[in-house]
Every structure is written in structure tokens, then in C-alpha cells.
């Protein structure tokens, strides 16, 4: 039996929320056209009863700046980098691999962990897909490539075959049937946080973030109550989150609460609010709760 732990990296949008809810069929990272939606690391689980078991570390895309955001971001991929025992490095097929792609392969040369090199997106057809094989190849000294579709679900059992194999020998680390260690509070608060952001993705890009205010069990009807705000920076943000007569938020609260009420045992009843909380990105407090 193997088991060990996986950490995903590459570029925002190369497609690593998409893959870990793809491998572990469940939704368990947020997925978002727009890049780095993915602010935590977050653990999905794979179990092959017979082969073995991977957890996975999902890290925000590597982006390259020198804002203090990014920095979170990027001392979250180092340490999931160090916490793994195999790196999955995610490009996207489709894109050039551009100064970014080679700090991350900087990165990932000098972990020492073996790598396993994913070609995603290979549903869309790419003419400059044989120059990014050669120029990988020369920079690059992976235990494995695999080319794959996370969308399409192609290559994917290939894939987890790899990462199985590569894994040390083990016994399982959680029960065969977890697919998250996540706090269900953290698992809510990230469905919401997508829900909002596919819907004001134009107007508020990346500063919104959801504050779980309060939840309330009621075992008779086996409901819960969830109040949760949707904090923005400026004033000026929250008109768009709420929308004209308040369509917006509820068209937020309803997606979240129909996807909640999938994956939560019991009835979930959403109290969705907004909330301004001032350049919440600069403030050092909030975002170590966020990245813990
Ligand atoms: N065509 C195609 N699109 C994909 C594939 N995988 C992911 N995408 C799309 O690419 C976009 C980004 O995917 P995500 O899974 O959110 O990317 P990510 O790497 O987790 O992004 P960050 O959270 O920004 O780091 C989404 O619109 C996905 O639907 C794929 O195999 N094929």
C-alpha cells in the first residue's frame, strides 16, 4: 500500500481546482474563470482501496509580485512544497510558458521531491504543443509526464496511477471514504465565495472574501441556519454584490444554498449579507486566518 501527500502547483488557471475535483470527485477546491481563486490549501483525498491513498495540497497559482498578497501566496506554495512527498506541477497546454513558468520550474528543481509534470487542457487544440514538450523537456526532470483534460476527464486514471506510485510505501492517513479534511464552516464559506465571485468576477476580481458570522443547527427539522457575510474593500464594491433590487446577492444566495444542499447532510438555509471592510487584503491578521 502507498500513501502520501501531493502538492499541486502551477500558474493561475492552469486548471489545479478543476483536476483535484476531478481526481476526487467531489467539489472540494472552488473553481473560477478568473486566476487565483484558490486562496488556501486545501486537502482533497483519493482512495484506491487496493493501491493506495493520496492527499493533496492545493496552493494558490503561482504569480509573480511583489505585493504582500502574493507573498501569502507564494510562502503557501513553499510550504506545501515541503510538507509533500510528490509535486504535481500543472501547466497549461495552451498557454506560452512565459518568465512565471520558469520561476515555478526554478522552484520545483530545487525541492528535490519527485515530480510528476501535467500537460492540461489537451481537449483544445494547440499548434505550439510540440515547442512546450521540447522546451519542458530540456528544463525539466520529471518521474513522469502525463497529458490530460481535468474538464474532459481524460487521462486522469493514468494520472493517479503515477501519483500512486510515486508515493511512499504506507498505510492509509485517513479512512477510505473522507474525500476532505476541510472544517465544514471553511467548505461553505468557499462555495459561497465562488458563487459570488462567478457572478461579480468583472466588477470585484479578487476582493471578496466570506465571513462566517454564525450557524445554528435544528435537529427536529434537521436544518441548518448559516449567516455568512460577503466582505468587499470599498463602499463603492458593494452596490454590485447586491445587485438592482437586490437580484445579484440573491442569485448568490440561491446557487450557494442549491450546492450546499448537495453536499451537506442536512437542509442548509442561507442568510447572505455584505459587508465593507476597508483594504481587508493589506491587513496582515486577516489574511493569516485565511491561509492557515
Ligand atoms: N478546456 C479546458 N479547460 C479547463 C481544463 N481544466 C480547467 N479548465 C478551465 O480553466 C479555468 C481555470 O481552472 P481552475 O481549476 O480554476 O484553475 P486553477 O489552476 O485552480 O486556478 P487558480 O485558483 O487561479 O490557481 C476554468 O475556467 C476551468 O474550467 C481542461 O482540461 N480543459
Known amino acids: 500500500m502507498k500513501s502520501g501527500f501531493i502538492a499541486i502547483i502551477g500558474r493561475p488557471s492552469a486548471g489545479k481546482s478543476t483536476l483535484l475535483n476531478t481526481i476526487c470527485g467531489y467539489k472540494i477546491s472552488i473553481t473560477a474563470q478568473s486566476p487565483q481563486t ?3 490549501k486545501i486537502r482533497g483525498i483519493y482512495t484506491d ?4 491513498q493520496i492527499v493533496f495540497l492545493d496552493t494558490p497559482g503561482y504569480h509573480i509580485s511583489d505585493k504582500k498578497f502574493n507573498n501569502y501566496m507564494m510562502e ?8 509533500a512527498d510528490v509535486v504535481m506541477y500543472v501547466v497549461d497546454s495552451t498557454k506560452v510558458l512565459g518568465k512565471e513558468e520558469q520561476e515555478i520550474i526554478n522552484i520545483v528543481n530545487s525541492s528535490n521531491k519527485p515530480l510528476i509534470l501535467v500537460l492540461n487542457k489537451m481537449d483544445i487544440k494547440n499548434k505550439a504543443l510540440e515547442e512546450m514538450r521540447g522546451l519542458l523537456a530540456v528544463n525539466i526532470k520529471p518521474k513522469a509526464i502525463l497529458e490530460i483534460s481535468a474538464l474532459k476527464e481524460q487521462g486522469i486514471t493514468e ?8 508515493c511512499p510505501e504506507g498505510p492509509l492517513m485517513y479512512p477510505a471514504e473522507y474525500y476532505t479534511d476541510q472544517e465544514p464552516e471553511f467548505r461553505m464559506a468557499e462555495i459561497i465565495r465562488e458563487k459570488a465571485i462567478r457572478r461579480v468576477k468583472d466588477e470585484v476580481p479578487h476582493s471578496i472574501y466570506v465571513e462566517m458570522a454564525d450557524t445554528e443547527y435544528n435537529e427536529a427539522e434537521n436544518t441548518m441556519w448559516v449567516r455568512a457575510f460577503l466582505t468587499v474593500e470599498q463602499e463603492s464594491q458593494k452596490g454590485f454584490v447586491i445587485g438592482h433590487k437586490g437580484e445579484t446577492i440573491k442569485k448568490i444566495r440561491i446557487g450557494a444554498q442549491r450546492e450546499l444542499n448537495k453536499i451537506f447532510p442536512y437542509k442548509i438555509k442561507l442568510d447572505l449579507r455584505v459587508k465593507v471592510n476597508k483594504r481587508w487584503r493589506r491587513k496582515d491578521y486577516l489574511l493569516k486566518g485565511i491561509l492557515k
Do not use: C, P
Not at 482501496?49 to 493506495?52: A, I
Not at 494520472?159 to 510515486?166: F, R
Open 49 to 52: 482501496t487496493d493501491k493506495g
Open 76 to 83: 503557501a506554495v513553499h510550504s506545501s512544497i515541503s510538507e
Open 38 to 40: 484558490t486562496r488556501n
Open 159 to 166: 494520472l493517479k496511477d503515477a501519483l500512486i506510485e510515486n
